[in-house]
């Protein structure tokens, strides 16, 4: 998925923003003993699959992740252009976000994972008896592990799936435990680009900040959800609101960090600013909802854990 802002918002928008201590470290290529028994049929939701896909490809790099992390890399046979995680995904010129069902069908795939329906892609791609799951934007971690658990079953992988979710779920009640009790709380700014595009509470990375406490000042940009959480602020709502933290999901496309912050007209007098609580945060990681949301959350938390409480 690209960092620039506008790309990255019309994929979230269409739709609807890792492995990790245990799940960050890339899933062995081996398949498990027994994955390959796994039984067929498989059937999830309108999907049925009569044997297991050797042959996938992935048009979302969400789902990239996801299926490298459950063991299922070795039946991966292509990815779209922003699939960069991990480094040895097969990576080629194919685009999600315009995706063209003859130019996929020319991978001879036995199942194509797409994260949003451009172009009725679906459709044509069912009209070519190519079998398509879709996992849209998650905005919950249940929808995280719901996708997760689904490819697992489509791919032969329902055990290391299983075993994926619920090392994420551990690991992230052990990250939020032992938060410490603020009377007040603290505040951010999460920005996904220079335009000053940020989200709200109710997108998925919303959510990762409202696990630490913290309270987003972007919410009332969009009360009513007509920006479907993702307002562009401007620079005095976001001076006079003089947020705690600045979470910076622009450092890689647009080389944004603390001193770009500190140099923006009325910023330098920023709480974040004058106490070094501008944080650079990885664009990808930042943007998607696989495994390695736990990372992002780590870095979240260690960055509020220097605050006293």
């Given amino acids: 998925m690209s960092r620039r802002t506008p790309r990255l918002l019309a994929a979230t928008l269409a739709v609807a923003a890792l492995a990790l201590g245990a799940c960050a470290e890339k899933t062995d290529d081996k398949p498990a003993t027994g994955t390959a028994a796994a039984s067929y049929p498989v059937t999830v939701g309108a999907l049925t699959l009569d044997k297991r896909p050797e042959k996938i490809v992935s048009l979302s790099p969400s789902a990239t992740e996801m299926l490298f992390a459950i063991g299922a890399g070795p039946q991966v046979s292509a990815v779209d252009d922003q699939s960069n995680y991990p480094a040895d995904a097969p990576k080629t010129d194919l685009s999600g976000f315009q995706p063209n069902a003859e130019a996929i069908a020319g991978k001879n795939p036995d199942l194509v994972v797409l994260s949003n329906d451009t172009n ?57 435990k032992d938060l410490p009790q603020r009377t007040e709380k603290l505040t951010y700014y999460h920005e996904l680009g220079p335009e000053l595009y940020s989200a709200t509470s109710k997108t998925f990375i919303g959510s990762i900040y409202s696990l630490v406490g913290l309270t987003n000042i972007a919410d009332p940009a969009d009360a009513d959800g007509k920006n479907g959480g993702y307002p562009q602020l401007s620079q005095e709502v976001i001076v006079k609101a003089d947020p705690d933290f600045v979470f910076l999901a622009d450092s890689k496309c647009c080389q944004q960090n603390a001193d770009s912050v500190k140099a923006r007209s009325g910023w330098s007098g920023l709480t974040a600013v004058k106490n070094n609580q501008v944080v650079t945060l990885d664009d990808d990681i930042a943007s998607r909802w696989g495994p390695r949301v736990v990372d992002l959350l780590r870095v979240i938390i260690d960055a509020v854990a220097k605050v006293p409480a």
């Fill in 120 to 176: 009725k892609i679906v459709d044509q791609l069912g009209k070519l008896k190519i079998p398509v799951y879709l996992t849209p934007a998650a905005t919950t971690l249940d929808d995280s592990y719901a996708q997760i658990t689904d490819l697992g079953k489509l791919t032969g992988h329902a055990d290391q799936a299983a075993d994926v979710a619920s090392r994420m779920k551990d690991d992230i009640a052990k990250l939020v």
